[in-house]
């Protein structure tokens, strides 16, 4: 029935679907034994898209992670097939099909906890280097790591894959953007960019007049072809789509393993995007908003999305969504961060109103985040180590002063 409504209202509706009405799942006391993790492997993709990993140097694997834990609820589709053909029904058809989900217990991060949080950012910030290098950071507990992404023909997503000392978890770590201010941003450089600008702005990165778009999508003034925006997001060689892919080659490398999701920026926010896809906790750090991502990929919502924890702090433009425009640091070095809308809850450290921070887009780096932020308990809040995670605003809307439709073809 979605199809006999106009396009604009029939986008609306399907970004509603993305809303969290649901109580957060009730979270059970953490498990009192932390889990003990190693970088196991590192993985990649090469120019032909094609998932790769590499196996950790010994010497290199004998660093230890440790956090605590927590049971927390989440829901997976019952199957592969069933989710796949209710997305691929809402692309073609624009209808909706029924997906069935398993409400299912599992082994999660305690979020709850600063040196949790800590110590996942410090593996996610492991997933911009290499364990030789001087930047790489070595907590106590997760011993095993295996990389991707780190071969010289590499120029896409990468990152790390630790693993539990007894193999039940993996922490899949994902690289966010290679920003290039001056260079070129590295060999994922150019492919970040492009994801950043496609998922994240509201046509085609779209910014000015003077732009150059990288999709075809735009049609005159404030309108943008929802079909043509939709068909940009779904090739092989984009992330969303290489990441599907990561995750189903760890889950054949670990049948067995509770599978955890872990980036900071683009890759927390590819992180969400996948999680929601399996129904695998996530822990993102200053990612941008992909709720608008979530619903023009035409994900499946599940019942909840509360095992989706951004962190972020007010100082940082980006996940705040207000690094915008043409005038903006974003703009001025070529990315259109125009989304605000998150998925699942919120950790929201207020470092302007408390701190004295200032707005800054130099704030978004992952070590302030760990070597700032969470190398203290957050005081502001009585009896918390970290502010309470909330679910994000239900009254938020991405790029409402856009008009979205079909209008390619129109004289």
Same mark, same amino acid.
């Given at each position: 029935?979605?199809?006999?409504?106009?396009?604009?209202?029939?986008f609306?509706l399907?970004?509603?679907l993305?809303?969290?009405?649901?109580?957060?799942?009730?979270i059970l006391?953490?498990?009192?034994?932390?889990?003990?993790?190693?970088?196991r492997h590192?993985?990649a993709i090469?120019?032909?898209?094609?998932?790769?990993?590499s196996? $950790?140097?010994?010497?290199?694997?004998?660093?230890?992670?440790?956090m605590?834990?927590?049971?927390?609820?989440?829901?997976?589709?019952?199957?592969?097939?069933a989710f796949?053909?209710?997305?691929?029904?809402?692309?073609?058809?624009?209808?909706?099909?029924?997906?069935?989900w398993?409400?299912?217990?599992?082994?999660?991060?305690?979020?709850?906890e600063?040196?949790?949080?800590?110590t996942?950012?410090?593996?996610?910030?492991?997933?911009?280097?290499?364990?030789?290098?001087?930047d790489?950071?070595?907590?106590?507990?997760?011993?095993?790591?295996?990389?991707?992404g780190?071969?010289?023909?590499?120029?896409?997503?990468r990152g790390?894959?630790?693993?539990?000392?007894?193999?039940?978890?993996?922490?899949?770590?994902?690289?966010?953007?290679?920003a290039?201010?001056?260079t070129?941003?590295?060999?994922?450089g150019?492919?970040?960019k492009l994801?950043?600008?496609?998922?994240?702005?509201?046509?085609?990165?779209?910014?000015?007049?003077?732009?150059?778009?990288?999709?075809d999508c735009?049609?005159?003034?404030s309108?943008?072809?929802?079909?043509c925006l939709?068909?940009?997001?779904?090739?092989?060689s984009?992330?969303?789509?290489?990441?599907?892919?990561?995750?189903n080659?760890?889950?054949?490398?670990?049948?067995?393993a509770?599978i955890?999701l872990?980036?900071?920026?683009?890759g927390?926010?590819?992180?969400?995007?996948?999680g929601?896809?399996?129904g $695998?906790?996530?822990? $993102?750090?200053e990612a941008?908003?992909?709720?608008?991502? $979530?619903?023009r990929l035409?994900?499946?919502?599940?019942?909840?999305?509360q095992?989706v924890?951004?962190?972020?702090?007010?100082?940082d433009?980006i996940?705040?969504?207000?690094?915008?425009?043409?005038?903006s640091?974003?703009?001025i070095?070529?990315y259109?961060m125009?989304?605000?809308?998150?998925l699942?809850?919120?950790?929201?450290?207020?470092?302007?109103?408390?701190l004295?921070?200032?707005?800054?887009?130099?704030?978004?780096?992952?070590?302030q985040?760990?070597?700032?932020?969470?190398?203290?308990?957050?005081t502001?809040?009585?009896?918390?180590t970290?502010?309470?995670?909330?679910?994000?605003?239900?009254?938020?809307?991405?790029?409402?002063?856009?008009?979205?439709?079909?209008?390619q073809?129109?004289?």
């Open positions: 029935m979605l199809n006999l409504l106009p396009t604009t209202l029939r609306l399907g970004s509603l993305w809303f969290d009405f649901s109580q957060p799942p009730a006391p953490p498990a009192r034994t932390p889990l003990s993790f190693q970088l590192e993985h090469t120019n032909d898209s094609r998932v790769i990993f196996n $950790a140097v010994p010497s290199l694997a004998a660093d230890s992670y440790a605590s834990t927590s049971t927390i609820q989440t829901h997976r589709p019952q199957s592969a097939k796949h053909s209710a997305r691929l029904r809402s692309i073609r058809y624009d209808q909706s099909e029924q997906v069935l398993d409400t299912t217990d599992v082994l999660g991060p305690n979020v709850e600063r040196e949790t949080l800590l996942l950012a410090k593996m996610t910030s492991n997933a911009y280097t290499s364990p030789t290098a001087s790489w950071y070595t907590p106590e507990g997760w011993n095993k790591s295996t990389p991707f780190w071969e010289p023909d590499a120029d896409g997503i790390h894959i630790f693993v539990s000392d007894d193999n039940s978890t993996v922490v899949l770590s994902i690289k966010g953007t290679s290039g201010w001056i070129s941003g590295g060999p994922t150019r492919k970040d994801n950043d600008n496609l998922l994240f702005s509201c046509c085609c990165a779209r910014v000015g007049p003077t732009w150059s778009t990288v999709c735009h049609q005159g003034s309108r943008c072809d929802q079909e939709e068909k940009s997001l779904i090739g092989d984009l992330y969303y789509s290489v990441g599907v892919n990561l995750y080659n760890v889950t054949y490398l670990y049948p067995n509770d955890w872990i980036g900071h920026s683009l927390g926010s590819l992180a969400s995007l996948i929601v896809t399996f $695998a906790p996530v822990v $993102a750090f941008p908003s992909e709720k608008l991502a $979530a619903t035409h994900l499946p919502s599940p019942p909840s999305t095992h924890t951004h962190v972020f702090h007010t100082a433009p996940p705040m969504g207000v690094c915008t425009g043409v005038t640091s974003c703009g070095a070529g259109a125009e989304t605000r809308c998150h699942g809850k919120v950790i929201r450290y207020d470092t302007v109103t408390h004295g921070w200032y707005v800054d887009v130099r704030s978004h780096s992952i070590v985040i760990i070597e700032r932020l969470l190398s203290e308990d957050w502001q809040e009585e009896g918390r970290v502010p309470e995670a909330k679910a994000d605003d239900e009254d938020c809307v991405d790029c409402f002063n856009w008009e979205f439709g079909s209008f073809g129109e004289s």
